[in-house]
């Protein structure tokens, strides 16, 4: 793990640590109900001020904390396009399953990548160093995941990429070797056909008809069709 990362997520373990004391808190608007007064915010006084920590630019993390409940949002980081599209996909994916974590929120807050509500209940339910430890090991995770698949994306692209150029390989090989089976068997003619290469320029704007076998040696020396 990188320095910078192991200090980001050590902030944010701290800041979780101080900000998870959450506490039952009816509503003041509806009786008999209790909801996450972080998301509401209908009461300034039960709201906390929000904590903000940036590992850079394009990566951070908000925690905004009420008296009853806590909302965690995590800004993932993209540093090309691939990985802008690997973690839209692979984020929405885990949003579609959002119960099955219970803490994940279906729709992150605008303007980051992915949220988690921990409300009081949770936090009775389940072991409060549990929960903070949960979130850690998720940023991990996130980060391990989004560097595999854009690893294997490219392994693929590569692969491709190959196969692609091999019939280009292939095809040129095929052609020259009809071409020196042409020239090959042209050599060995018993009678070879008359044409311009028969003919040696010997001065400029004479030609000079010479024998097929002198010929054969001047297409060995220059190349086929050549000029002297």
Same mark, same amino acid.
């Given at each position: 793990?990188?320095?910078?990362?192991?200090?980001?997520?050590?902030?944010?373990?701290?800041?979780?640590?101080?900000?998870?004391?959450?506490?039952?808190?009816?509503?003041?608007?509806?009786?008999?109900?209790? &909801?996450?007064?972080? $998301? !509401?915010?209908?009461?300034?006084?039960?709201?906390?001020?929000?904590? #903000?920590?940036? @590992?850079? +630019? %394009?990566?951070?993390?908000?925690?905004?904390?009420?008296?009853?409940?806590?909302?965690?949002?995590?800004?993932? &980081?993209?540093?090309? $396009? !691939?990985?802008?599209?690997?973690?839209?996909?692979?984020?929405?994916? #885990?949003?579609? @399953?959002? +119960? %099955?974590?219970?803490?994940?929120?279906?729709?992150?807050?605008?303007?980051?990548?992915?949220?988690?509500?921990?409300?009081?209940?949770?936090?009775?339910?389940?072991?409060?160093?549990?929960?903070?430890?949960?979130?850690?090991?998720?940023?991990?995770?996130?980060?391990?995941?989004?560097?595999?698949?854009?690893?294997?994306?490219?392994?693929?692209?590569?692969?491709?990429?190959?196969?692609?150029?091999?019939?280009?390989?292939?095809?040129?090989?095929?052609?020259?070797?009809?071409?020196?089976?042409?020239?090959?068997?042209?050599?060995?003619?018993?009678?070879?056909?008359?044409?311009?290469?028969?003919?040696?320029?010997?001065?400029?704007?004479?030609?000079?008809?010479?024998?097929?076998?002198?010929?054969?040696?001047?297409?060995?020396?220059?190349?086929?069709?050549?000029?002297?």
């Amino acid at each position: 793990m990188a320095n910078s990362l192991r200090l980001y997520l050590a902030c944010i373990k701290n800041t979780l640590e101080a900000a998870m004391c959450l506490q039952n808190f009816p509503c003041q608007e509806v009786e008999r109900h209790n &909801k996450p007064e972080v $998301e !509401l915010k209908t009461s300034p006084e039960l709201l906390l001020n929000p904590v #903000l920590i940036c @590992r850079n +630019e %394009a990566e951070k993390c908000l925690i905004e904390t009420s008296i009853n409940s806590l909302r965690i949002s995590l800004k993932v &980081k993209q540093a090309d $396009e !691939l990985e802008n599209i690997l973690t839209k996909k692979f984020l929405r994916f #885990l949003s579609m @399953r959002a +119960e %099955a974590f219970q803490v994940l929120r279906r729709k992150p807050v605008q303007g980051y990548d992915i949220s988690f509500l921990i409300t009081n209940y949770h936090c009775e339910e389940m072991q409060k160093q549990k929960l903070i430890d949960f979130i850690i090991q998720f940023m991990e995770d996130i980060e391990k995941e989004i560097r595999d698949l854009k690893e294997s994306v490219n392994t693929r692209g590569r692969l491709v990429a190959t196969e692609f150029l091999k019939q280009f390989i292939t095809n040129d090989a095929i052609y020259t070797e009809k071409l020196n089976v042409r020239h090959h068997s042209s050599r060995f003619s018993a009678s070879p056909s008359p044409s311009l290469s028969n003919f040696v320029l010997r001065r400029p704007g004479e030609l000079l008809q010479i024998p097929a076998i002198t010929q054969l040696q001047i297409e060995n020396f220059y190349g086929l069709g050549n000029v002297i």
